[in-house]
């Protein structure tokens, strides 16, 4: 049997694993395991003698891919971010956050929906979490829609989907994940979701005043506020931004030449500040004891995920499966960009089933050699390109899309892990409600898919000047 094939029944035994309820993480690596125990035998004839052999070679390949690829400076991002998320609720600068969004957006319709979501906006810049930050919202946004008159539904909606910015809006964590995997600049790629993310926000925004304008009763603003208390709520608000401005100069220099630090010494540096506003605050040892172990406990997640996942990944190069993909995209009898669109979709249903870091995980391995062959090739120029786009770029791009899908994954049904999150915080809903809550946000995150990929400039322009 050739190497394809076994791959490709292996990956079908990962999947069947997968929809018969077992992690992503143990699914990957069991399934990654078998396909490199079958396919040493299958190098010796299938000879009994040397299954042995095999399975030696087999566990000892899988058994260096945890610390090979785990060690990797980059992902020393991941605890870091989402330590900062953690630390800034304890520190109060959510509850602040979401207090100045109220008083300068809430005389919108809709308004104290759109404040969450803007809220949700800038505690993801300190946040790399969307866990996190659903579960963060659930209690300090929907209990003030609920008070003047927010649907519950709607309500619980606006959070789990506000929470999906955190997957986009650096320091994410998927976004770590994705340049890794591909082995693309990390700072490049946390600086190409500032504006995407900020644009996606500002459709959710839109998507909401619409619905408030159209429908009576949907979404009563909130009035009320001086000029005075406007500006008043600023200050506690403002140390986010700090932490967001010193995470963005350890990237990339905005005054020009090299960087002050790594990505990795922007974040420690901003986990320390926020822990000092947060000791500052007032933070006792048994918060900051939560906030580590809710730290841990998610990393630990992530990282397993990985480890399963990249056993799997190594399993696939001696397959060969993500080549022959990468020959059977490019060979198919329609334009490029007509295919891009197609792996989009596939991303949407496949995020049906699938957690958003493990499809990542799975998927890109195979993916990505296929969308950079459709644009001409890793080392392409923009000339030559088919996207109109250099590789470096093109993968840069091609990441950002498929985190916005990932967030989008993060909503749907049934698997939709901020809706849980939404649903368990709040003991008056369920994840049915939290469902038909953010079925309008399914429309809001087309359109913007839609317009990064019409529009690669969106995201391209920032990580050009770096």
Known sequence: MEPI??????SGVMVLFVVLGMRVAFAAGMAGLLGLIWIFWAKKGYDPEDFGWA????????????????SSQALSLIPTFILIGYLAYYAGLTKALFEASKKWVGWLPGGLAVSTVFATAGFAAVSGASVATS????????????KIGYDKRFAAGVVAAGG??????PPSAILVIYAIIVEQDVGKL????FIPGAFSALIYGLLIVTLAMTLPKFGPPVRGFTWGERFRALPPAMPIFFVVFIIIFFIYNPFGGDAWGTPTEGGALGAFVVFLMAVWKGMRWRQFRDALLETAKLAV??????WGVLIYVRFLGFADLPGAFSDFITGLDQSPMLTLVMILLAYAVLGMFMDAIGMLLLTLPVVYPAVMALNGGEF????????????PMCAIWFGILVVKMAEFCLITPPIGLNCFVVAGVR???SVQDVFKGVTPFFIADAITIALLVAFPAIVLWLPSLA
């Open 380 to 391: 392409v120029s923009a000339a030559d390109s088919t996207f109109g786009m250099s590789g």
């Open 55 to 70: 399975l030696t070679v087999a566990v000892k390949t899988a058994g260096q891919v945890p610390h090979s690829k785990v």
């Open 5 to 10: 094939e076994i791959g490709l029944i292996v």
């Open 164 to 169: 999906t910015l955190a997957s986009l809006i």
């Open 301 to 306: 997640m992530i990282f397993t995920i990985i």
């Open 427 to 429: 003991d008056d809903l």
């Open 135 to 146: 579960a963060v919202f659930a209690r300090i946004a929907i209990p003030e829609m609920l």
């Open 190 to 193: 946390l600086l190409a979701g």
